[in-house]
């Protein structure tokens, strides 16, 4: 069983695909799937609740409800008192499942078919509720019985653990629709490989700390075999730019802020920082109309004609306003690198002949794109709601589009490129959700790739290390973008 951390690189499959690796995987494992999960899963409950005298198995009507009732069994006869309420649906209880059931009634855990309201008003903060209501097939919204029972989980005291994934949390948006509430674990212990659901949107806020098990346990030794392709990875930082002894400003290279229109010279001010923290050799801001009284003295502010855009990494649109339109032709057919960003981004969207310029640079001039939702549904042509409902695929189709890497920022950053297997990102938390760190992303992207990584690199790279800052901010002092960007290095 692997815990989530930043180094984490797990594969992450949808649905379908997640189906097709579990039918490989059970026609090889000596060993059912499912006797295992529930193995995994009580091992995890006496881990992360080693004083629970009570525990509560929810079990819903399909296989997810097959696990809970394997863990229910390990619990009880490990001494805890264990109560299962079963969802039952016997037309339809799958095979696995109900060979479960057989063993746990068996052992003798106490089966029913209700709500054991009383028992669960005595339960403590120590005792555990089992979600193993829904996992991979919970695609309707949830009826009254379930949204009562994930009530109940929600407002009991006790610790709550997912079974796969959390009850009512679609499994590869991440979403929970409107109609939909969702069981908010502390816990999310998920199997054979990761969900996409589980990294973006509100998979964050209520899977708790996830948990992986394979579960290869019953494959035979040093046999492997050709697994169905992963539709993601989680993202893991690859190198670190090292500055050497022999080296000069010259050797970490330039990066140029093509930004800050009038009244939004702070953006600028913002890449500039987070690039000459990351260590860029020299940084510049060429000005859109706007100014700062605040620029770090390290910073140079060139004129626009002075700028030899064929050797510079240019971060473009930070704070551009309409100012940034004017000035992307010449940018997107000189600049050796290109991170455009926010007003860029919309600039580009408005406008097929930048469009044209930009698919036009081809892969000797690489190109990073780092859209919010909003401004990866302008370019798209699409709205943010259909941007997140599918937050991989649309990653995938403004990179395929364009031919660039792309972060899809937000909750769960989306890294893709074309001939790349897209990657999630784990880092980061709600407190990134401040004006300004966007800008910050896109200078330390700029920095990275001054120093010579190339541009898929550079972005994984960039879009691990802002989110990890973000995770180490010590938890009684505000995240401000200006000081998030202070702390790179
Ligand atoms: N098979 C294996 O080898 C392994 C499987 N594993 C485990 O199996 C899980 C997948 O199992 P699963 O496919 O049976 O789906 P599951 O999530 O239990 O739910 C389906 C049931 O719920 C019902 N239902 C859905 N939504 C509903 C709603 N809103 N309101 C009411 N009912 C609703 C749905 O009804 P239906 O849609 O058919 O009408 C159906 O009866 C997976 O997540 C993992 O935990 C692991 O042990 C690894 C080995
Ligand atoms: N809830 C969240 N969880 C993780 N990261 C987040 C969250 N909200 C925002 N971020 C990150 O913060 C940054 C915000 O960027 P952006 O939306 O462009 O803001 P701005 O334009 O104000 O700089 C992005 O890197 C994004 O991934
Ligand atoms: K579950």
């Known amino acids: 069983m692997e815990k989530l951390s930043p180094l984490s690189h797990w594969p992450v499959y949808q649905r379908d695909s997640l189906r097709a690796l579990e039918r490989e995987l059970q026609a090889r494992s000596t060993k059912p799937l499912m006797e295992q999960a529930g193995q995994a899963a009580a091992q995890l409950a006496l881990a992360t609740a080693p004083h629970a005298r009570r525990i509560w198995v929810a ?5 997810n409800g ?7 069994k390990h619990l009880h006869l490990a001494g805890k008192e264990v109560i299962v309420s079963l969802l039952l649906d016997p037309d339809k209880h799958p095979a696995d499942a109900k060979a479960a059931l057989a063993r746990a009634l068996q052992a003798g855990v106490a089966v029913q078919n209700q709500l054991p309201s009383a028992w669960l008003a005595s339960m403590t903060e120590q005792d555990l509720c089992i979600d193993a209501l829904l996992g991979i097939g919970g695609t309707k919204p949830l009826n009254t019985e379930l949204q009562n029972w994930v009530n109940a989980m929600n407002t009991s005291p006790a610790q709550v653990l997912a079974i796969d994934i959390p009850t009512g949390l679609d499994a590869d948006s991440g979403l929970v629709p409107p109609e939909n509430l969702a069981v908010n674990a502390s816990h999310t212990l998920t199997f054979l490989a990761g969900k996409p659901g589980l990294f973006m949107n509100h998979g964050r806020d209520v899977c708790g700390q996830i948990w992986l098990d394979r579960l290869e346990g019953g494959l035979p030794a040093h046999r492997t075999f050709q697994k169905p392709a992963p539709q993601a990875m989680l993202n ?7 500055k050497t002894h022999a080296s000069h400003k010259g050797s970490h290279g330039d990066v140029v802020i093509v930004g800050g229109a009038l009244g939004m010279g702070g953006a600028a001010v913002l890449a500039a920082t987070a690039a000459l923290h990351a260590g860029a050799g020299r940084v510049m801001v060429s000005w859109l109309g706007g100014s700062a009284n605040t620029l770090p003295p390290d910073v140079m502010q060139p004129d626009a004609a002075a700028l030899e ?10 704070g551009g306003g309409q100012a940034i339109a004017e000035r992307l032709p010449d940018i997107l057919q000189r600049s050796a690198h290109l991170i ?3 007003d860029g981004l919309n600039a ?3 406008d097929e ?9 081809g892969a000797g001039k690489p ?4 859209p919010h939702p909003l401004e990866a549904a302008r370019l798209l042509g699409i709205s943010t709601a259909q941007v997140q409902s599918d937050r991989l695929k649309s990653a995938q189709r403004i990179a395929d589009l364009f031919s660039c890497v792309v972060v899809l920022k937000g909750s769960g950053s989306i890294v893709a490129a074309p001939d790349h297997l897209p990657v999630i990102n784990t880092t980061g938390n709600g407190r990134l959700a401040t004006g300004g760190t966007g800008d910050v992303l896109a200078g330390l992207v700029g920095a990275r790739m001054a120093q010579g990584m190339n541009a898929w690199d550079a972005t994984c790279t960039a879009v691990h290390q802002h989110g990890l800052i973000a995770d180490q901010w010590p938890a009684d002092k505000g995240l401000t973008a200006q000081h998030l960007a202070l702390q790179i290095q």
């Open 59 to 63: 079990a819903g009507p399909g296989n």
């Open 309 to 318: 855009l064929e050797r510079l990494s240019v971060v473009a649109g930070c």
């Open 348 to 350: 580009l969207a408005a």
């Open 353 to 361: 002949g930048l469009k044209t310029l930009l698919r036009l640079r």
């Open 367 to 370: 190109t990073v794109l780092t």
């Open 66 to 72: 097959g696990d809970g009732l394997e863990a229910a």
């Open 340 to 342: 455009l960003d926010a």
């Open 236 to 242: 893991v930082a690859t190198t670190r730019h090292i």
